[in-house]
T-cell receptor, first 110, second 114 residues
């Protein structure tokens, strides 16, 4: 079946630290991959996406590369800010349905 | 452009009471989704509409949950009667069409059942 597995949190980092949140997936066919971010009390917002193998999605300093050989889509940011504190969800779309990971909570401390 | 609108944002009810949530998708978006998000979990699909037709409701607990999307625009999700385990955030999302690879979420309705 189709599924997304994210690294468990919570993750706590100091400002300007390097961030990696791991995401692996299982899917039939060639899904599109996404990272969504959810700030406290808000709905999910699209952060970045990639639609085919080796594509790199990027936005607001965050990046993720679609790795078909390792079925991964890890989220990275070189220097996190306090305002990046949120819950991050990895997701895939098979064309028929979206599947979400359980989310990884990130707290950035000054 | 306005995003997905949901109301109410918060609802507290006692068990066995009915409750309804409303969603207005982004203008022109044909596909509408209702998700339930339990605390510390990712969203789980309840039902998906293509225009006014429910094309995937396999995860909707039909004994107590119902949904409608009259005229293929706004949608209402209802629970009757509510149970303690229904406490969650109910998210509405929309996309341009079934083949669109991005969906846009509303802020959600946080339901607390006492």
């Amino acid at each position: 079946g189709n599924s997304v597995t994210q690294m468990e949190g919570p993750v706590t980092l100091s400002e300007e630290a390097f961030l990696t949140i791991n995401c692996t997936y299982t899917a039939t066919g060639y899904p599109s991959l996404f990272w969504y971010v959810q700030y406290p009390g808000e709905g999910l917002q699209l952060l970045l996406k990639a639609t085919k193998a080796d594509d790199k999605g990027s936005n607001k300093g965050f990046e993720a590369t679609y790795r078909k050989e390792t079925t991964s889509f890890h989220l990275e940011k070189g220097s996190v800010q306090v305002s990046d504190s949120a819950v991050y969800f990895c997701a895939l779309n098979t064309g028929n349905q979206f599947y979400f990971g359980t989310g990884t909570s990130l707290t950035v401390i000054p | 452009e306005a995003g997905v609108v949901q109301s109410p944002r918060y609802k507290i009810i006692e068990k066995k009471q009915p409750v309804a949530f409303w969603c207005n998708p982004i203008s022109g978006h044909n596909t509408l989704y209702w998700y339930r998000q339990n605390l510390g979990q990712g969203p789980e699909l309840l039902i998906r509409y293509e225009n006014e037709e429910a094309v995937d409701d396999s995860q909707l607990p039909k004994d107590r949950f119902s949904a409608e999307r009259l005229k293929g625009v706004d949608s209402t999700l209802k629970i009757q009667p509510a149970e303690l385990g229904d406490s969650a955030v109910y998210l509405c999302a929309s996309s341009a069409d079934r083949g669109a690879d991005t969906q846009y979420f509303g802020p959600g309705t946080r339901l607390t059942v006492l």
